[in-house]
């Protein structure tokens, strides 16, 4: 049997933290849990950018792409509204797989031959997509409603505490998942490919095969994610989709809770949100976000580790006094 | 003595530079083949080209009979060739354990999702047998050079390989580090395995090799046991311009 | 159809030399640093509100006005490499991701000051001139004529003089560079000046081309990204030559295809060049 | 007082040795031969010369202390440098490539152009090619004539001869004996023994870091392990 269900020990944090979940809405007014459901939606975005970005290197400008991808062509499908030309309108539990499929063929058909050129190029590539996908999107007004977008879609659940308890069973689900792929050989991998991609090549390590499966499970997750966002917002535009600050709320999210991490994007997550929504009735719109720009900048300029770098230090450090050196199951 | 590896015709320019010219050469099963020749001479890039590294433009390399032009670096790996760099490229947020066991991490998303670190003891026996026995803890930084040399052969080792190409792997190592590893080449190839050593300095080679090739301007000037190139003139003129 | 292809010539010329200007100092930069910085095409914004302020604003004569700010996006430039990117030249991804988080910040700062709502700059040079039966602008004739002059300049800088030849030796080859007494800091704070006050000139008149709004900066950052990598990162001649495929084809799409659909077809180019010569069409 | 002197020299990489307790010294006018197989630690002694390293120890040239100044101050005091593999800056002319190397010195750039070219005619034929059109040999020559615009007062030659045909190396031997006659200091770091034995009056060994015998050309030549590991004898 697989050893990781056996050591139940290394899952004793997750079961703090979904405990503590779990005890949230019965303690929090629905507008605190409503913060969490965008929170939760973050950590999710910025998990897919660090399985892709973060482990491998590979900086990605491109994710609202593969985002707001999954999220129009489920909101296009289940859309009620009478434009042009008619088509069939879907129901969600079609529409939304629908949608997870595009972000990975989309991204499958662009992304990937894209990861032949490394460094700035790559980034730039997928940035590039990301300006292509939301022009075409404005120029395809009949199906996409131009600028302004698709509102009144579908929702799944209705009422904060039913999208609560959606949001966060997702957010758990994946970053589960993720986690156990990053412990595993191929989040190993995927870091050694990240530190110099010709020695694995060297190792008998088909680089590519670990890079397209990283990001095919970033495709999943940013398309799980967009599906279910765009439907509990009910509505999809250009300018929310593929809007710059969006993108960078993305990257931010991760750097600030730690690259090739999973546990911190989550904790980066969190973190944005909040700072976002606890500003927002100190702070004025743009000055909000400026405040916002310059703490991710500050951030990454003396934090590039972000706090999972500064937790993991402090707990290495305190380990090692107490051991006098370090242990194996420490050092990975 | 069966061919293991053959080089024939191998052709590799850079700009207006040849950095390895019209180069023919073999390997035998269970011989330790010395590739040599003064800095600058190709050697370097001959490696480069048989892992894939390179393309060449023209010549061709085939391994265990098998034509090598159409495979990529990570499938000549696990045709059975691996290689040390000659300027050691550890990964440097690695300690040496978790850096040699990317080398025994199966090429298949699948595999390696099942069980974790279950090659962990025989990744340890394969630091151990370099003489890493206290160090596969440590991270690069703390690591002497030659003990980076070491990482870099473990690494090779651990790919399980049937041939290795070892580049400059003496170079700045001291008169106890080099009996060290050649005393591990020589018990390796009594377990199976074939080297090409690339070295530019004749005399640390002398006692490990069976046989030599000297390469001068990419191309091959010398070929025999060491007495023979030692003594060869064209060898003498190359080394030392008389 | 001739009036379009004489307008489509015409316009071409005018965006091409405006994008040769921005992306010159985008891919300077990189050549001296091997480092992108995200920031650059905001300084560009940034030279437009500033010439708009002191000119329409406050009231400064025209001259002073450009000079305040071409001095402006010089000091934000340089002090983006002193601040922020110096520490972490070894490290392209951070230059990258703090450059990127940078332009927002200008952007905010922009929206804070002068607000979201369109400005219209007044022209630099009044009244128009009737070429090949089009009419157009004296402002876009200077455009033209000082795009040319910079682009020039900075050939003539960096070929002919001792602190132009130090920057290509520094792209070249460091180490020859720096043997040669060559102070690569020295370089890419001058670089960095050099890239900001382009910036600046190309701010004036892209203000005054179209008009200033705060989120202006979004085209010109992608697309001198694409002009960089069509001609090869670092190298001011493919420069050049993209700038003007980039913005001939922008004006082509403009004019004669969809308004909406402007840059994509810069930007499928761009990706085809990458995946098919990622070292691009001049790179080396 | 030597022109240039290095005392207990002792360069770290990390926590790898790569020069350890080197001393030795040049007269005005002499040259001096380091001799050291690859990854022996000459070009680290040559950066650390020109400041490119973290140094411990001690470095006077012409009389003043080396420590903690950077390279554009040491080349500032007329230390011209040739790396190895003749590195040249590939897009530039080869004119422009020796302007670079006037960089500092820019009084005499005519009378010292002319004087590179009179060493290496070759570079004046191909004075306006691309400096990546060269071949191996030329490339060497640009590196060294781009030392000479410095007009400097200690020449570093790394590796001159690597890569080089023999009749190519009689070129660039050709010029350092020229430059010998003229009255420059110089420092040959080289593999080839044959060359350095030619043209320095002193010659090191440098093995892994350290130098492990010193002497001139004769003295060295009577000691057998030396003999053979560097001679070919």
């Known amino acids: 049997m697989v050893n990781w269900i056996t050591s139940v020990k290394s899952f004793r944090w997750w079961l703090v933290a979904i405990v503590v979940m779990m005890v949230l809405p019965f303690i929090v007014p629905p507008s605190f849990l409503r913060i969490c459901i965008m929170a939760n939606f973050m950590a999710i975005f910025a998990m897919s950018w660090d399985m892709m970005s973060g482990y491998t290197g590979y ?9 707001g991808l999954a999220g129009y062509v489920s909101a296009m499908l289940s859309h009620q509204g009478g434009f042009q030309p008619p088509h069939i309108v879907l129901p969600l539990y079609v529409t939304m797989p629908l949608g997870i499929a595009a972000a990975v063929g989309g991204g499958m058909l662009f992304f990937l031959p894209s990861m032949r050129v490394r460094g700035p190029y790559f980034s730039l590539i997928s ?9 075409i999107m404005i120029a395809a007004g009949a199906m996409t409603g131009g600028d302004r977008g698709l509102t009144s879609l579908p929702y799944l659940v209705t009422g904060a505490v039913n999208n609560y308890w959606l949001s966060t069973g997702i957010m758990f689900a994946v970053a589960i998942g993720l986690w156990l792929v990053a412990r595993s050989d191929v989040g190993h991998v995927l870091k050694a490919i990240r530190m110099d991609e010709d020695v694995v090549e060297s190792s008998g390590l088909s680089t590519y095969r670990f890079k397209r499966f990283a990001f095919i499970l970033s495709a999943i997750t940013a398309g799980i994610g967009g599906v279910f966002y765009t439907h509990y917002m009910g509505s999809i535009s250009p300018a929310g989709a593929f809007d710059y600050i969006f993108l960078l709320n993305i990257i931010v999210s991760t750097v600030v809770g730690g690259m090739g991490t999973i546990l911190g994007p989550i904790f980066g997550g969190y973190f944005i949100t909040f700072f976002t929504e606890s500003t927002r009735t100190l702070l004025e719109g743009a000055w909000r976000f400026m405040a916002y720009s310059l703490v991710a900048l500050a951030i990454v300029y003396f934090r590039p580790g972000g706090f999972y770098g500064i937790v993991h230090d402090i707990a290495a450090w305190f380990r090692a006094k107490r051991r006098g050196g370090l242990q194996y199951d420490q050092v990975t | 003595m069966t061919r293991l590896l053959e080089v024939k015709g191998l052709t590799k320019r850079f700009g207006g530079v040849v950095a390895v010219n019209d180069l023919n050469f073999h390997v035998d099963d269970g011989e330790i083949l010395g590739l040599m020749g003064p800095n600058g001479a190709g050697k370097t890039t001959a490696f480069n080209l048989i892992m894939g590294d390179y393309k060449p433009d023209a010549g061709q390399i085939s391994f265990k009979g098998q034509d090598l032009g159409p495979l990529q670096t990570y499938e000549r790996v696990k045709l059975g060739i691996a290689r040390t760099y000659q300027i050691p490229r550890p990964y440097h947020d690695l300690p040496v354990i978790e850096d040699l066991r990317i080398s025994t991490v199966p090429d298949s998303i699948t595999r390696c999702l099942r069980g974790k670190k279950r090659n962990i003891e025989e990744v340890e026996q394969i630091g151990i047998g370099v003489g890493l026995k206290d160090r596969l803890m440590k991270y690069p930084h703390e690591l002497s050079l030659g003990d980076l040399r070491r990482v870099e052969l473990a690494k090779s080792i651990a790919t399980d390989p049937k041939l290795i190409m070892l580049d400059e792997i003496f170079a700045g190592l001291t008169v106890h580090e080099i009996n060290e590893l050649t005393e591990l080449l020589m018990e390796k190839k009594k377990a199976g395995l074939v080297f090409i050593v690339v ?12 046989r030599a090739v000297v390469i001068q301007f990419g191309h091959l000037i010398a070929e025999g046991t060491y007495e023979e190139i030692a003594h060869d003139k064209k060898v003498k003129k190359a080394y030392f311009g008389m | 159809m001739l009036a379009l292809a004489q307008s489509i010539a015409i316009n071409g010329a005018l965006l091409s030399g405006l994008y040769a200007l921005i992306s010159l100092g985008f891919t300077m930069i990189y050549g001296v640093g ?3 910085n995200l920031a650059h095409a905001a300084y560009v914004m940034l030279g437009g509100y500033v010439y708009f302020y002191c000119l329409q604003v406050v009231g400064i004569p025209e001259p002073l006005s450009m000079l305040i700010a071409i001095a402006v996006c010089a000091g934000a430039s340089l002090a983006t490499y002193v601040g922020l990117v110096r520490r972490y030249m070894s490290n392209p991804t951070i230059v990258f991701v703090s450059t990127f988080i940078l332009a927002l910040v200008i952007n905010y700062l922009v929206v804070l000051i002068w607000g979201m709502e369109t400005k219209n700059v007044w022209p630099v040079v009044a009244g128009v001139t009737q070429f090949m039966g089009q009419t157009i602008s004296n402002n876009l004739l200077c455009t033209l004529i000082v795009s040319w002059v910079c682009i020039s300049g900075v050939l003539l800088f ?21 043997v040669s007494g060559i102070n690569p800091d020295r370089v890419n704070l001058l670089t960095w000046t050099i890239a900001g006050a382009l910036a600046g000139i190309a701010g004036i008149f892209f203000g005054s081309y179209t008009y200033l709004v705060p989120s202006m900066w979004h085209m010109p950052m992608v697309m001198s990204f694409a002009i960089v990598i069509i001609g090869g990162l670092g190298s001011i001649e493919g420069t050049l030559i993209a700038s003007h495929i980039v913005g001939y084809m922008q004006t082509t799409t403009t004019l004669a295809i969809d308004e909406r659909l402007r840059g994509v077809f810069a930007l499928i180019i761009m990706i085809i060049v990458l995946v098919v010569r990622p070292k691009g069409l001049f790179g080396k | 007082m030597a022109f240039l002197e290095v005392k207990d020299l002792e360069v770290y990489y990390g926590k790898a040795c790569a020069i350890s307790n080197v001393s030795f010294s040049i007269d005005e006018g002499k040259c001096v031969g380091i001799i050291g197989s690859n990854g022996a630690g000459k070009t680290t002694l040559l950066d650390s010369i020109l400041g490119i390293t973290n140094w411990r120890g001690e470095i006077i040239f012409n009389g003043n202390s080396l420590r903690k100044l950077p390279p554009r101050e040491i080349v500032k005091r007329k230390v011209g440098y040739a790396p190895e593999r003749g590195s040249i800056f590939p897009g530039m002319s080869v004119k422009d490539n020796l302007l670079v190397g006037a960089y500092l010195n820019r009084s005499n750039i005519d009378k010292n152009l002319a004087n590179v070219f009179e060493l290496f005619p070759r570079l004046e034929e191909r004075q306006g090619q691309q400096a990546d059109t060269l071949s191996g040999g030329e490339r060497q020559m640009l590196a060294l004539g ?18 080089l045909a023999p009749i190519v190396i009689g070129h660039i031997s050709e010029a350092v004996k020229s430059l010998k006659k003229t009255g420059f200091t110089i420092l040959i770091a080289e593999q080839n023994a044959s060359f350095t034995i030619e043209h320095a009056e002193m010659i090191h060994i440098l093995e892994r870091g350290a130098i492990t015998a010193s002497g001139t050309a004769e003295e060295l030549g009577k000691e057998e392990y030396i003999r053979e590991a560097y001679f070919g004898t």
């Open chain 1, 59 to 67: 900086v990605s400008f491109g994710h609202p792409f593969l985002i």
């Open chain 1, 127 to 135: 940035l590039a997509f990301l300006m292509i996908l939301s022009r």
């Open chain 2, 199 to 210: 070295s530019h300095d004749l005399k640390a080679l002398a006692a490990v090799i069976d």
């Open chain 3, 34 to 36: 091997r480092v992108l």
């Open chain 3, 158 to 178: 960096v070929r002919k003089t001792h602190m132009g030849r130090a920057m290509r030796a520094l792209a070249m080859d460091r180490k020859g560079a720096i």
């Open chain 4, 146 to 163: 781009r030392a000479f615009m410095l007009e400097p007062k200690l020449v570093m030659l790394d590796e001159p001869t690597l890569g």
